[in-house]
Nanobody, 126 residues
Framework: QVQLVESGGGLVQAGGSLRLSCAAS????????MAWFRQAPGKEREFVAA??????STYYADSVKGRFTISRDNTKMYLQMNSLKPEDTAVYFC?????????????????????WGQGTQVTVSS
């Protein structure tokens, strides 16, 4: 199993940038496909970005494409968020799933992930 802990959230003005991190416990982080989701107040949790186990494939929600970049190394996953908008305000969650396939599939469905972090708040002021 893996435990996930997000960090890097905070308050930023519109147009600004933040970098979120997701730290994973254990020595098998490289076996997991990972993703970011977010939940705004009063709304359902939604997909933001995903990366395959290898990091070779990524996928983004249309609302963040061109502004957000997902990446990973051996122990962490990141979400670089640029040109932030007030509508990006949400709690951001990292998610992981063990992937024994080719390592080049990025999963976008919440139900496809077994492990979740506790979330980090991102607030974008106008």
């Amino acid at each position: 199993q893996v435990q996930l802990v997000e960090s890097g959230g905070g308050l930023v003005q519109a147009g600004g940038s933040l970098r979120l991190s997701c730290a994973a416990s254990g020595r098998t982080f490289g076996s997991y496909a990972m993703a970011w989701f977010r939940q705004a107040p009063g709304k359902e949790r939604e997909f933001v970005a995903a990366t395959s186990r290898s990091g070779g494939s990524t996928y983004y929600a249309d609302s963040v494409k061109g502004r957000f970049t997902i990446s990973r190394d051996n122990t962490k996953m990141y979400l670089q968020m640029n040109s932030l908008k007030p509508e990006d305000t949400a709690v951001y969650f990292c998610a992981g799933r063990r992937d024994t396939g080719s390592g080049y599939v990025a999963y976008v469905g919440q139900s496809q992930y077994s492990y979740w972090g506790q979330g980090t708040q991102v607030t974008v002021s106008s």
